[in-house]
């Protein structure tokens, strides 16, 4: 069965530190989707990006990095000069190609101080 | 804005009512989806409709009832909810239907905010 875990339930940084948050995922599929989505207090969840199983490149937006290794099945965002914007409940997801169903990891809650 | 519009926001209900949560989204999506959020909680899958038909029931209690009059409107109908059943509904919608290709990225609502009393 599929599992995605984000050990990290919590984290408070000032605000311009960077900030890791890590995601660890399970599968014995071989072809699966990886996702992170932003939850910030008004509700919606926000897609921030997506990787598929076969493109292990990291890849840089802006401030938010992500870095993805098969080898530990890990997929880490970091997140560079945080900003007080940037509070809020991030999930890792994981999608298998078999069912198509998204899961999520249970969040990591992310505050910003100023 | 968003994109998804669910309706509305803030809903509270006793356990003899019957109501309803809805939800748009005017992207030519052809999947929507009902997620259920506890407080701390990650969103839950509740159904999926895939092409205007139901492609996945994660066994949810009859008590709560989907409904997809077209490609853009999604229901779900509630009625003899428990306390227990307060939480915050996601709609959310994707591109492609129930394609198994695990691909589809979802464009999520504000969410519905339900309080059973």
């Known amino acids: 069965a599929q599992k995605v875990t984000q050990a990290q339930t919590e984290i408070s940084v000032v605000e311009k530190e960077d900030v890791t948050l890590d995601c660890v995922y399970e599968t014995r599929d071989t072809t699966y989707y990886l996702f992170w989505y932003k939850q910030p207090p008004s509700g919606e969840l926000v897609f921030l990006i997506r990787?598929?199983?076969?493109?292990?490149q990291n890849e840089i937006s802006g401030r938010y990095s992500w870095n993805f290794q098969k080898s530990t099945s890990s997929f880490n965002f970091t997140i560079t000069a945080s900003q007080v914007v940037d509070s809020a409940v991030y999930f890792c997801a994981l999608s298998e190609k078999r069912d198509d169903k998204i899961i999520f990891g249970k969040g990591t809650r992310l505050h910003i101080l100023p | 804005d968003t994109e998804v519009t669910q309706t509305p926001k803030h809903l509270v209900m006793g356990m003899t009512n019957k109501k309803s949560l809805k939800c748009e989204q005017h992207?030519?999506?052809?999947?929507m989806y009902w997620y259920k959020q506890k407080a701390k909680k990650p969103p839950e899958l509740m159904f999926v409709y895939s092409y205007e038909k139901l492609s996945i029931n994660e066994s949810v209690p009859s008590r709560f009832s989907p409904e997809c009059p077209n490609s853009s409107l999604l229901n779900l109908h509630l009625h003899a909810l428990q306390p227990e059943d307060s939480a915050l509904y996601l709609c959310a919608s994707s591109p492609w239907g129930q394609s198994s290709s695990g691909a589809n990225v979802l464009t999520f609502g504000a969410g519905s905010r339900l309080t059973v009393l």
């Open positions: 990787r598929n199983s076969f493109d292990e």
């Open positions: 992207m030519g999506h052809r999947a």
